[in-house]
């Protein structure tokens, strides 16, 4: 069965620093990725998307990603980090129309 | 604007009865999907509905039932069976069942 891994459940990094995110998944195919953010009480916005092509892929808020297939792994990475950007962070991969989402890494902003 | 709304954004029942929860989009979208999420477990799929009149049980569907009469709607309900109801839900929708967009959520509290 398909499945998505987030190591990390929650994050600290200072205003400023660069910032990563882990997602490694399962799955037999090239697979459909995707990364979401999800602010407090609030529904989740997609930040960015890889089906096929360029292995780094630019999203929005600054955020990028990068497919490896040899890791299994799209991470997603910031270069310098805002205190807007404390939230909660989804990696989910495409599955049958279906999402299948991983736990989710909390991310904690300090000055 | 274009966009998927739920309502009520806090909804509170007492233990035992049904609640319906409304998810309304106008993107002309022909997927809509309901997630459960519970904190530390990301998001569970409920239902999900790829077409009007027609729907499918996700992972967790115990306790739950929708309907599909038409493409803008698709309203859940969380009946007595389901035996541990409190959670946030989560309403999404999708043109081609990859990019899903969401709603901004009802918090259900049962008592």
């Known amino acids: 069965a398909q499945s998505v891994t987030q190591p990390d459940i929650h994050i600290t990094v200072s205003e400023g620093a660069s910032l990563e995110l882990r997602c490694n998944y399962s799955?037999?195919?090239?697979?459909?990725l995707f990364w979401y953010v999800q602010s407090p009480g609030q529904g989740l916005q997609l930040l960015l998307k890889?089906?096929?092509?360029?292995?780094l892929v630019q999203g929005i808020k600054g955020f990028e990603a990068e497919f490896k297939r040899s890791q299994s792994s799209f991470n997603l990475r910031k270069p310098s980090v805002h205190w807007s950007d404390a939230a909660e962070y989804f990696c989910?991969?495409?599955?049958?129309?279906?999402?299948?989402f991983g736990a989710g890494t909390q991310v904690v902003v300090t000055p | 604007d274009g966009g998927i709304t739920q309502s009520p954004k806090y909804l509170f029942r007492k233990e035992g009865q049904n609640v319906t929860l409304s998810c309304e989009q106008n993107?002309?979208?022909?997927?809509m999907y309901w997630y459960r999420q519970d904190p530390g477990q990301g998001l569970r799929l409920i239902y999900y509905?790829?077409?009007?009149?027609?729907?499918q049980k996700g992972d967790i569907a115990e306790g739950y039932s929708v309907s599909r009469e038409k493409k803008e709607s698709f309203p859940l309900t969380v009946t007595s069976a389901q035996k541990n109801p409190t959670a946030f839900y989560l309403c999404?929708?999708?043109?081609?069942?990859?990019?899903?967009?969401f709603g901004p959520g009802t918090r259900l509290t049962v008592t």
């Open positions: 999404a929708s999708s043109k081609d069942s990859y990019e899903q967009y």
């Open positions: 799955y037999g195919a090239t697979p459909y």
């Open positions: 890889y089906f096929s092509g360029d292995t």
């Open positions: 989910a991969v495409e599955s049958w129309g279906k999402l299948q």
């Open positions: 993107l002309n979208h022909d997927a």
């Open positions: 509905s790829q077409i009007v009149n027609d729907f």
